[in-house]
């Protein structure tokens, strides 16, 4: 079955740490993107890439790094930097240039710094 | 920027209809969608709208737009306790992009 997988669910660290999550779609999908969910906010976006080797900032991106080396993955990295880490956090992906396609999203990782 | 809002909560019996309502203020938007989340889970896709509709029916389902108001509502018709969830909507605009802006969503509660 075609899906986006994100691991861990549950990823814990400590303050000052940069810590990687991780992103895989076998939709054939030719963008994605990471968001964060925090309670009462609803979803920010962070990064987005529409193509392999191109990624766009979003409106929360400071602290933030992704890579898109592959069609497949885009992983993304919470660094120290990120003054507010702990949230959760949603990989998805859509194919670009159907306008109507929806994104479609993994199940999460819910990250802890402490 | 586009904004999206939503109230934060629902309460509703179960056997009752739900609406669920939700404001977008960019006029350039031409799909809306509604998304459902599961507690510790994703958001599945639970239907869309094109702009240039008003009304949208899918089994208990029904979306109604309002473009002039930017309103958007979605009606659950006897909703149920697998009906408990935080439901979003969000907006795709007309800039080239794939971009969606999401509400702030808004979590059902089912009462027996």
């Known amino acids: 079955d075609g899906g986006i997988t994100q691991s861990p669910k549950y990823l814990f660290r400590k303050e000052g740490q940069n810590v990687t999550l991780s992103c895989e779609q076998n939709?054939?999908?030719?963008?994605m993107y990471w968001y964060r969910q925090d309670p009462g906010q609803g979803l920010r976006l962070i990064y987005y890439?529409?193509?392999?080797?191109?990624?766009q900032k979003g409106d929360i991106a400071e602290g933030y790094s992704v890579s898109r080396e592959k069609k497949e993955s885009f992983p993304l990295t919470v660094t120290s930097a990120q003054k507010n880490p702990t949230a959760f956090y949603l990989c998805?992906?859509?194919?670009?240039?159907?306008?109507?396609?929806?994104?479609?999203f993994g199940n999460g990782t819910r990250l802890t710094v402490t | 920027g586009e904004d999206v809002e939503q109230s934060l909560f629902l309460s509703v019996r179960e056997g009752d209809s739900s609406v669920i309502n939700c404001t977008y203020t960019?006029?350039?938007?031409?799909?809306l969608y509604w998304y459902k989340q599961e507690p510790g889970a994703g958001l599945q896709l639970l239907t869309y709208?094109?702009?240039?509709?008003d009304m949208k029916q899918d089994q208990r389902l029904t979306v109604l737009l309002n473009k002039k108001d930017k309103h958007l509502s979605l009606r659950i018709a006897d909703t149920q306790t697998g009906d408990s969830a935080i439901y979003f909507c969000?907006?795709?605009?007309?800039?080239?992009?794939?971009?969606?802006?999401f509400g702030t969503g808004t979590r059902l509660t089912i009462i027996p």
């Open positions: 890439s529409q193509i392999v080797n191109d990624f």
């Open positions: 709208i094109f702009s240039n509709m």
């Open positions: 939709l054939n999908h030719d963008a």
């Open positions: 998805a992906s859509s194919n670009f240039g159907d306008y109507n396609s929806p994104l479609h």
């Open positions: 969000a907006e795709k605009g007309n800039f080239g992009n794939e971009k969606l802006t």
């Open positions: 960019d006029s350039s938007s031409t799909y």
